[in-house]
């Protein structure tokens, strides 16, 4: 019998974050014990166990760096005590692996502290090249849509997204991306205290709620997102993606139906429209 090999702490981490979310993951646990084992023994290069981040991965020799990336971002996110703070965190924050490939951090817009706080999932190549999340196609779209329940970046709106790199591509941020920005996003959710927390697809939904479920059965749906050192748990809905409804513009009936239930929902929270058509 050979002894339990223990995985490298970031690559743990996003096992756990998605065991949390209800995911099987005893296979790539397992997996990923063997390859370790593998790579102790000799029959590998050192640095073979699998992760899914590559700043963990050191040249042979190097010394490793005294804590995980996750808990480095949690470090760095505990010690903001502003949204402004928060912003320099993260564009000083070297333990995502997408930063190699972006232009820059994209971290938010709109109004610090406002009721509402919507999140997306990662920034694309416009809003790599204008450092502003939601500027491109989709993010036109979106203001179109929240402008028709008067929701606003002007207004009454503060975005983000769960991912502040560019994903090569425009590829779906995984699930190590995700869990390395996630203490920067709970961060952000703590210092703007919004009543209301719109998550953008689902990616989005499914990384802040934890939730294994597709966007199809997390949209219409009210949920409590009930992290972030919150003193109540926060009011959560998920729309679908405007990138999505680009692509797919027969689905735009549905995302008018979810506009309506969060007016509605914006309403029994006491949160202000603004000029709503
Ligand atoms: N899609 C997202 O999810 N976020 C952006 O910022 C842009 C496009």
Not at 66 to 83: C, F, K, M
Request: hydrophobic share 45%; charged share 20%; net charge positive.
């Amino acid at each position: 019998m050979t002894a339990t090999q223990p995985l490298d702490p970031s690559f743990e981490s996003v096992l756990a974050f998605w065991e949390d979310a209800g995911v099987d993951v005893a296979t790539a646990r397992a997996l990923a014990r063997a390859a370790t084992r593998v790579a102790r023994s000799g029959g590998g290069a050192p640095d073979a166990a699998p992760t899914p981040n590559a700043a963990r991965i050191s040249a042979p020799g190097q010394k490793r760096a005294a804590r995980s990336p996750v808990d480095d971002a949690r470090a760095r996110a505990a010690a903001a005590t502003t949204l402004d703070e928060l912003a320099a965190a993260i564009a000083a924050f070297d333990g995502c692996p997408l930063k190699a490939s972006a232009k820059r951090a994209v971290f938010a817009d709109g109004v610090p502290g406002a009721p509402i706080m919507a999140i997306g999932e990662a920034p694309g190549r416009d809003e790599d090249a204008e450092g502003r999340p939601f500027v491109g196609r989709a993010g036109q779209l979106l203001d179109r849509m929240f402008a028709a329940i008067g929701v606003s970046r002007a207004t009454n709106l503060f975005i983000t997204n769960a991912v502040f790199w560019r994903p090569p591509g425009n590829r779906t941020p995984d699930a190590g991306e995700l869990a390395v920005c996630r203490p920067f996003v709970e961060r952000a959710i703590e210092l703007g205290r919004p009543k209301a927390l719109i998550l953008i697809g689902g990616t989005a939904g499914q990384a802040i709620l934890k939730r294994p479920e597709g966007v199809m059965r997390l949209r219409g749906r009210r949920f409590a997102y009930g992290e972030s050192g919150l003193t109540q748990p926060l009011n959560a809905m998920v729309i679908l993606h405007p990138a999505y409804l680009l692509r797919r513009p027969q689905e735009k009936g549905l995302a008018w139906t979810d506009l309506q239930a969060i007016a509605a929902w914006l309403d029994e929270l006491g949160i202000a429209r603004a000029g709503a058509v």
